[in-house]
């Protein structure tokens, strides 16, 4: 059931990729809600099927079963060509590796989504959207003269340009170092604040979960708990009951502060 304050329903999904000659289940039968404006962190170890889920949130591949629905659209009722327009539209993607454009300039990587869809960009927005990302003096330079720091802002602003529904970010810190890191995870965490902007980040790092409302870990394809970070003073407390949580010392399923 989706209601106006949920963004995000995530119903009995499943996903098995070939290995070899076995099968190995990425996801199954996984569950989760997320509602407007909520910052959410999806944690868990490698091969726990948390970056597995962002690709099928953002319909870059399909399930074996389940559904996904993004501002009251089943994403996989829509065809390949429905599905590109949609993600463009109502999907703004933030990827470790930046992902711009080398040729094009900041403010063109950035406007890329609404010139790919034949929409024309307000300059306020624009102006306002550069000068909230602190990249408006770079708006002319392109990728190769911006530090990894500057790419991964324009990145951002790219996501941010056609006023998405969601923000999913894959790693947007794994390829910065520790001061880009913490300024990018302080951005996100502003724009989701002051925009009400609903974020789903996918990270190992307790440090860039911390920035998060609500975090949520996976084991072995399922969600095996959820809590609020608020009850935590800093990132070392949230690794401590993250590691908790994976190594089944606490059997809660959902551990929140309300």
Known sequence: MNDSSTVLQVSSLTKTYKQGDRDVRALSDLHLTVNRGESVAIMGASGSGKSTLLHLIAGLTRPDSGE??????????LSDSQLTK???????LVFQSFNLV???????????????????????????LLDHLGI????????????????????????????????????PTGS???????AICELLHKISEKERRTIVTVTHEPSVAIYSNVV???KDG??????????????????????EVVSGQTGELEHTTT
């Open 176 to 182: 910065l170092d520790s001061q880009n890191s913490q």
């Open 68 to 77: 996904v629905v993004i501002d009251g659209q089943s994403v996989f009722s």
């Open 222 to 243: 399922k969600v095996v708990s959820k809590f609020e970070t608020g009850q935590f003073a800093d990132s070392v407390g949230l690794a401590a009951h993250y590691l």
């Open 136 to 171: 408006e003096h770079r708006r002319f330079h392109r990728p190769d003269a911006l530090s990894g720091g500057e790419q991964q802002r324009v990145a951002i602003a790219r996501a941010l340009i056609t006023q998405p529904a969601i923000v999913l970010a894959d790693e």
């Open 102 to 128: 080398p040729a094009l300039t900041a403010e063109d990587n950035i406007l890329l989504p609404l010139l790919s869809g034949g929409k024309r960009c307000d300059s306020s927005q624009l102006e306002e």
């Open 86 to 92: 949609f993600r463009r539209d109502r999907i703004g």
């Open 216 to 218: 949520v870990v996976l």
